[in-house]
């Protein structure tokens, strides 16, 4: 591959990454196959092969965050790590631990809070939300937790001072391997209650 094509290709790639990342900014989601596909689109560029990975897009989202919402977004991200470690206090019982953009720090005020929580049975979350008068909504959510190893768990969806928080629940021993992040494909970073808190001391 000749100099000049390679760096056409390489700047494609930053081009569609950074365009991605102002999708997710915009919208609010996380859903980087989608951005990804929609940033193509944009820049005409439907077919190319030089996509780029998720890491990268999640590099160009923080920087863009960086530079346009240096005000903004670090008070977003500092409330939703504060409201998180609240539910995590609430969650005692079931060693939560936070995953998810509000631990990587690229949250902002559209981002919902992941939880893991562990339970002897899902049913457990159900009578202890229900117990505490908390609405909630059930679903499920499919992780990796290798190359072509899949698992679906049940999903818990409810408000928390007005902010969007789901839970995923894991059986007791579910702690012992993490899924991979679809970010960067390697075991997901869960942080426990203590580690939250040193998060939000040095923020």
Same mark, same amino acid.
């Given at each position: 591959m000749?100099a000049?094509? !390679?760096? $056409?290709?390489?700047?494609?790639?930053?081009?569609l990454?950074? @365009?991605?990342a102002?999708i =997710?900014?915009?919208s609010g989601?996380r859903d980087f196959y989608a951005?990804?596909?929609?940033?193509?689109?944009? =820049?005409?560029a439907v077919d190319?092969?030089n996509?780029p990975?998720?890491?990268?897009?999640?590099?160009?989202l923080?920087?863009?965050?960086?530079?346009?919402?240096?005000?903004?977004?670090p =008070?977003?991200?500092? !409330?939703?790590r504060?409201v998180?470690?609240?539910a995590?206090k609430f969650?005692a &019982?079931?060693?939560?631990?936070?995953v998810g #953009?509000?631990?990587?720090?690229?949250?902002d @005020?559209? #981002?919902?809070? #992941?939880l893991?929580?562990?339970a002897?049975t899902?049913?457990?979350?159900?009578?202890? =939300?229900? &117990? !505490?008068?908390?609405?909630f909504e059930t679903?499920?959510? $499919?992780?990796r937790?290798?190359a072509?190893?899949?698992?679906t768990?049940p999903?818990?969806?409810f408000l928390a001072?007005?902010?969007?928080?789901e839970?995923?629940?894991?059986?007791?021993d579910?702690? $012992?391997q993490a899924p991979l992040?679809?970010?960067d494909?390697?075991?997901m970073k $869960?942080?426990d209650?203590?580690?939250?808190e040193?998060?939000? &001391?040095g923020?």
């Amino acid at each position: 591959m000749s100099a000049t094509r !390679h760096g $056409r290709e390489r700047q494609m790639r930053e081009r569609l990454a950074q @365009e991605a990342a102002r999708i =997710l900014l915009e919208s609010g989601s996380r859903d980087f196959y989608a951005a990804k596909r929609k940033a193509a689109e944009r =820049l005409g560029a439907v077919d190319t092969r030089n996509m780029p990975s998720n890491a990268e897009i999640e590099l160009a989202l923080v920087t863009h965050q960086r530079i346009f919402r240096a005000d903004s977004q670090p =008070l977003a991200l500092r !409330h939703l790590r504060e409201v998180a470690l609240e539910a995590m206090k609430f969650f005692a &019982d079931f060693r939560p631990r936070l995953v998810g #953009s509000v631990l990587r720090g690229s949250a902002d @005020e559209h #981002s919902v809070i #992941s939880l893991h929580l562990y339970a002897g049975t899902p049913e457990e979350i159900d009578l202890f =939300l229900l &117990d !505490h008068g908390i609405p909630f909504e059930t679903g499920e959510k $499919r992780l990796r937790f290798g190359a072509d190893r899949y698992q679906t768990l049940p999903l818990y969806r409810f408000l928390a001072e007005d902010t969007p928080l789901e839970v995923v629940v894991f059986p007791l021993d579910g702690s $012992r391997q993490a899924p991979l992040s679809p970010v960067d494909g390697r075991p997901m970073k $869960r942080a426990d209650r203590k580690e939250v808190e040193a998060l939000l &001391d040095g923020s």
